[in-house]
């Protein structure tokens, strides 16, 4: 079992940064693939960026590409995701999830942890 704490979250305006964090339980923290994921009003959750468990290796959506960096800190057993140049459509829940795999997972359903979500909007 692993239990996920999203933070960071807020309100900023249009070319701004935020970092959010995501804390996991757990002394297996460096066995999960760790994911963010974002959805806003009326539509599906959609994929931001994934990061394997030592860290070495990291996928973007394509949107996300060059903006958005996803790191972790295996000691404190905490993800990250730091986004820049942000815009109002980046505005959404953004929430974190775990997964164990041997490769990049995407897709939300494979993933079976979950945080809260933390709300992020971005004025323009």
């Known amino acids: 079992q692993v239990q996920l704490v999203e933070s960071g979250g807020g309100l900023v305006q249009a070319g701004g940064s935020l970092r959010l964090s995501c804390a996991a339980s757990?002394?297996?923290?460096?066995?999960?693939?760790m994911g963010w994921f974002r959805q806003a009003p009326g539509k599906e959750r959609e994929f931001v960026a994934t990061?394997?468990?030592?860290?070495?290796?990291?996928y973007y959506a394509d949107s996300m590409k060059g903006r958005f960096t996803i790191s972790r800190d295996s000691a404190k057993n905490t993800v990250y995701l730091q986004m820049n140049s942000l815009k109002p459509e980046d505005t959404a829940v953004y929430y974190c999830?775990?997964?164990?795999?041997?490769?990049?997972?995407?897709?939300?359903?494979?993933?079976?942890?979950w945080g809260q979500g933390t709300q992020v909007t971005v004025s323009s």
């Open positions: 999830a775990a997964v164990r795999s041997l490769g990049v997972v995407t897709t939300d359903r494979a993933y079976p942890y």
């Open positions: 757990g002394r297996t923290f460096s066995t999960y693939y």
């Open positions: 990061i394997n468990g030592s860290g070495g290796s990291t």
